[in-house]
């Protein structure tokens, strides 16, 4: 296929390009918002000689129109996280797809990776569909299973997730090719379920409310890139980035900072204790947690 337009911000879209490329599909631009912290990935298309257009808003009229005189087959959303509104979506011929992390339609909404995760599935699923008015609520044109185990971080899932998703964007257009269609499973509405975009705000771990296995998957969820999950110590925002469950039970008050046989910190939570292996105190990066106190 000739006359594709890219929406990216990041990796995401950088590895669909690459095998857009690879596989010798025209790409007529590619589209990153306009503010600098995307400049680095303004310099990976430049290396990859791809075309870029910047906008502070992709909506606009003035966006449109120019967009509009690319006469764009197919646009492809890889992480670009604005929601288009329908005279945009109207101006490629074959519409538009959306890479999307999560199973749906049970997970359409915000921060799908890390919700699965923090939601306890046993696998996450990424799935790419065909864009209509509303929120992630288009045909599913592709979608594929990624194994969630106790170890897995979000930065895993973020790793896997690229890898996979541009040859699924390979395989829809190469059913395009044959066929002549871009379509796919129509979601059932019955068990649509909306998640929010996560902030840090969001990061706080309770430890009186939650269970180990709770605890833990929140700490894996929004680890490295993301801020951490956080909790206070002395009135000090503690970030944690890493835990484990230990090899024996220890209990105890739900907050509790423990060191047992020269190891620790442990953290008791509301049923049991799980193993920081790592964390950072903001502002004090040589402090460490002391036993006897608690992370609330």
């Given amino acids: 296929m000739q006359d594709i337009i890219v929406f990216l911000n990041g990796t995401r ?15 007529l631009t590619s589209v990153i918002p306009l503010t600098k912290k995307y400049d680095l990935v303004h310099r990976e298309l ?19 129109s120019h967009l509009k005189t690319y006469n764009a087959k197919l646009f492809i959303i890889a992480g670009y996280s604005t929601i288009f509104k329908k ?3 109207n101006i490629p011929q074959e519409g538009t797809i959306n890479l999307h992390a999560g199973r749906l339609p049970e997970y359409r909404g915000g921060s799908p990776l890390n919700w699965q995760i923090i939601n306890g599935e046993t696998k996450a699923v990424i799935s790419v569909i065909k864009v209509e008015e509303g929120i992630d609520v288009g045909q599913v044109l592709q979608d594929q299973n990624i194994l969630i185990n106790t170890s897995s971080t979000i930065r895993d899932l973020h790793d896997q997730a690229n890898k996979l998703f541009p040859q699924l964007v390979i395989n829809i257009i190469d059913k395009f090719d044959k066929t002549g269609k871009i379509s796919g499973r129509i979601q059932n509405e019955k068990n649509a379920v909306y998640w929010h975009q996560r902030s840090d705000d969001d990061g706080h771990i309770n430890f009186k409310k939650l269970e180990v296995n709770q605890a833990n998957r929140l700490v894996r969820a929004l680890t490295k890139p993301y801020p951490g999950a956080w909790a206070f110590f002395e009135k000090k925002k503690v970030r944690i980035f890493s835990t484990e469950f230990p090899r024996f039970d220890l209990r105890g008050v739900p907050g509790r900072i423990c060191y047992f046989q020269n190891q ?9 204790a799980l193993l920081i292996k790592e964390y950072l105190i903001e502002n004090y990066p040589d402090m460490k947690l002391k036993h006897g106190k608690n992370l609330i």
């Fill in 13 to 27: 879209g950088i590895e669909v390009i690459k095998k857009l490329k690879e596989f010798g599909h025209g790409i």
């Fill in 46 to 64: 430049k290396n990859l000689d791809i075309n870029c257009l910047r906008f502070n808003n992709v909506n606009d009229e003035d966006s449109i």
């Fill in 87 to 89: 005279e945009l979506l």
């Fill in 264 to 272: 620790g910190p442990y953290i008791i939570c509301k049923d049991k």
